[in-house]
């Protein structure tokens, strides 16, 4: 048997006991840059509900123009609804149990009162973006109408088929939203077109762009249903927006002022310590989505992610 190498020097393994270990706060994977929420407009609710008032019909109003003599003036009105929809605000709420000896005993480096708070935040931000695209009473996605849908021609998302898209939300579009496995098929059609779509830098970020209009990428609009891919293919959605109340767009909403409220619309408040040592944190979150006009949003439906091509 060959001999133990001797060893003349301190190993790395036992200095290790003495040495200061630079840390790190918990990275959690699951974050997102969550870009819906950043480009909507957001308006602050003081009673947690909004009617949206809309013209009955969109007929247009007689009007007369460059009249010489003296026939009477046509008389018009704009009829409005007259059961308009009411936006109510969502609760997204979450309970945070910290003991109170973990917190006593190992809040150093870092506080751990403040990284939970800080984790469990996060979940419920994301569920914030989660719910404004597929929740079934607000969101967008289930609340395009049915004039606004349109199916790709061939499955994969091709410059046509955004063309498409641009005819429904013609006034001002404000960007498209699209999964980043869509954002990359429509990439590979561009580019077998020889296309190769543009790109905008926003927010520090470069996007890729159609007719000047940015695709922001979302993991909330789903592939076939599912949060989590299955296989290589799949089919999902690309809607496209225009935001703004003076546009009349798409809007968010949110409630201000809220007891220990952290950011808009979001609220931490200390709910006590049971006989238990517990330490109990609700998390809140009140929000919703509201589309002004039905121009203000279009969908395009069946929008196949996994087909590729051969490049000679």
């Known amino acids: 048997m060959p001999d133990t190498p001797t060893q003349h020097a301190l190993g ?3 200095a290790f006991q003495l040495a200061n ?9 699951a974050i997102t840059p969550r870009w819906l929420v950043r480009f909507l407009d957001w308006k602050p609710l003081e009673a947690g509900t909004l009617r949206v008032n809309r013209v009955a019909d969109d007929k247009s109003v007689d009007v007369v123009c460059g009249q010489k003599d003296e026939k009477a003036l046509p008389e018009t009105y704009v009829d409005y609804e007259e059961k308009p929809r009411e936006y109510t605000l969502c609760g997204i709420s979450a309970v945070l149990d910290v003991h109170t000896r973990v917190s006593d005993l190992y809040s150093n480096p870092y506080d751990q009162v403040r990284e939970q708070l800080r984790l469990t935040i996060e979940n419920v931000k994301e569920s914030q973006e989660g719910e404004l695209v597929n929740n079934p009473d607000y969101g967008l996605l289930k609340n395009v109408p049915a004039s606004q849908r349109v199916s790709t021609r061939k499955g994969a998302p091709t410059p ?15 960007f498209f939203l699209a999964n980043p496995r869509a954002i990359a098929a429509f990439g590979r059609e561009c580019t077998r077109r020889g296309v190769p779509p543009p790109t905008v830098t926003l927010f520090g970020t470069p996007f890729l762009t159609w007719r000047g209009v940015p695709l922001i990428p979302t993991d909330k609009l789903y592939i076939d249903g599912n949060k989590k891919a ?13 935001v ?6 798409v809007i968010g909403l949110f409630q201000p002022g809220l ?3 952290q950011t808009p619309g979001l609220s931490v408040r200390f709910m006590g310590i049971n006989n238990k040592a517990i330490a109990s944190y609700l998390i809140s979150l009140y929000c919703s989505a509201a589309i002004l006009v039905d121009d203000a949003i ?3 439906e069946d929008v196949e992610v996994g087909h590729y091509h051969e490049y000679k």
């Not at 046509?160 to 404000?174: A, G, H, I, R």
């Not at 703004?244 to 767009?249: D, F, H, L, S, V």
Request: glycine share 14%; no cysteine; charged share 35%.
């Open 12 to 14: 790395d393994r036992a």
């Open 21 to 29: 270990v630079t840390k790190t706060p918990p990275q959690y994977g």
């Open 160 to 174: 046509d088929d955004l063309d498409e898209l641009l005819t429904k939300v013609w006034k001002e579009p404000s």
């Open 230 to 242: 299955k296989g290589p293919g799949g089919k999902t959605n690309i809607l496209l927006l225009r």
């Open 244 to 249: 703004g109340e003076k546009k009349q767009g």
């Open 259 to 261: 007891p220990g409220e």
């Open 298 to 300: 279009a969908a395009l």
